[in-house]
Every structure is written in C-alpha cells, then in structure tokens.
T-cell receptor, first 112, second 114 residues
Framework: DTAVSQTPKYLVTQMGNDKSIKCEQNLGHDTMYWYKQDSKKFLKIMFSYNNKELIINETVPNRFSPKSPDKAHLNLHINSLELGDSAVYFC???????????FGPGTRLTVL | QQQVKQSPQSLIVQKGGISIINCAYENTAFDYFPWYQQFPGKGPALLIAIRPDVSEKKEGRFTISFNKSAKQFSLHIMDSQPGDSATYFCAASKSTGSARQLTFGSGTQLTVLP
C-alpha cells in the first residue's frame, strides 16, 4: 500500500524518559513534516524536512529533535519527556510544490 | 495569533440536511485552501481543496465556496449522512521556499443524526 506509516501507534512512558517515533512514506514525496495534535484536537506544525534538510522549525522545545536519514524517512526523538508532551503526533508528506499534505495514522504519546 | 479561524466548534445535523462550516484567514500569502476530514483514531485525510482564483469547487456532496476579498471560505456538505460524522479542519497553505506550510483551523466536530 502506498501511504505514510508511523510506529509505534501507541506509546506510554514515564516522565523523564527518552523516546522515538518513526515515520516512513512511500509516496515519492520530497518533503516530510511532524505535527502535534493536542487534547483539543488543535493541529500545529512542529518541523518540516525537504530532502533531509530542516526547513521549518516552529517554536518547539529543543528536547524534540527530528532526524531524516533519507527523504522517505523522518524520525522524531524526544528527550526528558514531560507530562505536557502527551498528545498525538502526526507525520505527513508532500511534494514541495504542492499544498496538499498526506498524513500518517498518528502516534498517541502518553506521559505518566 | 490564530491565522485561520474556524466555526462552529461543533455542529449537529439531521440526516439529509446541509452541514456548513466556515473559515476565515488573515495572511494574504496563503494560496491554497484544503479541507481535511478526521475520524477518531485516524490521521487527517484530504477531502477537497481550492485555489483562491476559483470561487467554488464541488466534488460529489462536498462544495467549497471561496470569497477572496472577504478572506473567507466555507465547506458545504449536502445530504449529510451519519458516515460523515467526523472532525473537519480547514487549512491554509503558503510557500516557505523549500516547503509548504499548512496552518489549520481549530476543527469542527460534526455529528449527523440518523
């Protein structure tokens, strides 16, 4: 199936731990994104990568570090997790010239 | 500062009725306006989109109306069905050079009663 996939689907962890979320797209897109959806369902962009280069870096704590090994993969590493990091994190991808972004199924992160 | 304002926050419609969701934007750099549909536990999925040089776009039961001078756009769902019950997000897209940045509205929870 052509799609944007994320792992894991659910992530439950203790405060202070470090965790990673992985994203892969097989749509041939050159740009990938991370979004955070809070408990009120508000979607906010965190990062954007184009061909492994960081393009958009919104005001996000530096505990969050994206890494793109190639243009089909974009991972999100989070250090020293805090209660406020609990949210659903979505990966998305697009062609740089297109306004449409395609979203993955999301990773629900719960910090206890 | 919320660049894309969406209303209403929630909407309840009878089956067969018309659902209308409104959005307004401020930044004239936005040049593409997609609507996304999100079901519980799923990622947002593109529903329909419009460019500002077009005043209306229709795809099946879904229509976007766009008013460039007022910086407003809306989604109309005709003959609403219980399967349409979901959260709907309007969005506005602009170029940042090497990427396109999507700014989302706050979402509308639509419930279609059988």
């Amino acid at each position: 199936d052509t799609a944007v996939s994320q792992t894991p689907k659910y992530l439950v962890t203790q405060m202070g731990n470090d965790k990673s979320i992985k994203c892969e797209q097989n749509l041939g897109h050159d740009t990938m994104y991370w979004y955070k959806q809070d408990s009120k369902k508000f979607l906010k962009i965190m990062f954007s990568y184009n061909n492994k280069e960081l393009i958009i870096n919104e005001t996000v704590p530096n505990r969050f570090s994206p890494k793109s090994p190639d243009k089909a993969h974009l991972n999100l590493h989070i250090n020293s997790l805090e209660l406020g990091d609990s949210a659903v994190y979505f990966c998305a991808s697009s062609h740089v010239s297109q306004g449409v972004q395609y979203f993955g199924p999301g990773t629900r992160l719960t910090v206890l | 500062q919320q660049q894309v304002k969406q209303s209403p926050q929630s909407l309840i419609v009878q089956k067969g009725g018309i659902s209308i969701i409104n959005c307004a934007y401020e930044n004239t750099a936005f040049d593409y306006f997609p609507w996304y549909q999100q079901f519980p536990g799923k990622g947002p999925a593109l529903l329909i989109a419009i460019r500002p040089d077009v005043s209306e776009k229709k795809e099946g039961r879904f229509t976007i109306s766009f008013n460039k001078s007022a910086k407003q756009f809306s989604l109309h769902i005709m003959d609403s069905q219980p399967g349409d019950s979901a959260t709907y997000f309007c969005a506005a897209s602009k170029s940042t050079g090497s990427a396109r940045q999507l700014t989302f509205g706050s979402g509308t929870q639509l419930t279609v009663l059988p």
